[in-house]
């Protein structure tokens, strides 16, 4: 008996992604998030039933977690005394390779740092810092 596949065959998951912050390929990233929305109303008018879609304000949120190893590759490159959330503007690249080949990119554009912290404890193995990104916009599949 043939044995059932699923039918989404390969799935895309974190070994098919990468994060391009700063002009470079971040290897020393453990996490990426980000996401907007948009405010979508009703617009009520005569009777019970609306009558039309108001359009509202749009909002993006994204964060990143980063090795404490890039957090330094970063501070190294900048003046003494500059703090990360003095970088100037940019974007966060984020690619995904398909299955069976091709790429699918988002952008989240106009990046800021908007924290600089660092928490470790006994017995970890690595120091893995989250950044807060302030962002403009996202956008999706360019």
Not at 66 to 89: K, W, Y
Not at 101 to 118: A, E, P, Q, Y
Request: charged share 15%.
């Amino acid at each position: 008996m043939p044995q059932v596949v699923n039918s989404l065959g390969k799935l895309t998951g974190w070994n098919s992604v990468t994060a391009r912050i700063l002009g470079r390929d971040v290897v020393g990233i453990s996490k990426v998030a980000y996401s907007d929305e948009q405010v979508s109303n009703n617009a009520m008018g005569a009777g019970s039933m609306p009558v039309g879609i108001e359009g509202g304000n749009y909002t993006a949120n994204a964060s990143v977690d980063l090795f404490e190893e890039e957090v330094r590759a970063i501070q190294t490159a900048m003046p003494a005394g500059v703090r990360v959330q003095d970088i100037l503007p940019f974007d966060v690249i984020v690619s995904y390779a398909l299955p069976g080949g091709g790429r699918t990119t988002d952008v989240i554009h106009n990046c800021r740092f908007l924290n600089n912290g660092i928490e470790v404890k006994q017995g970890d193995g690595k120091i893995v810092r989250s950044f807060n990104l302030a962002v403009s916009h996202i956008s999706h599949n360019i």
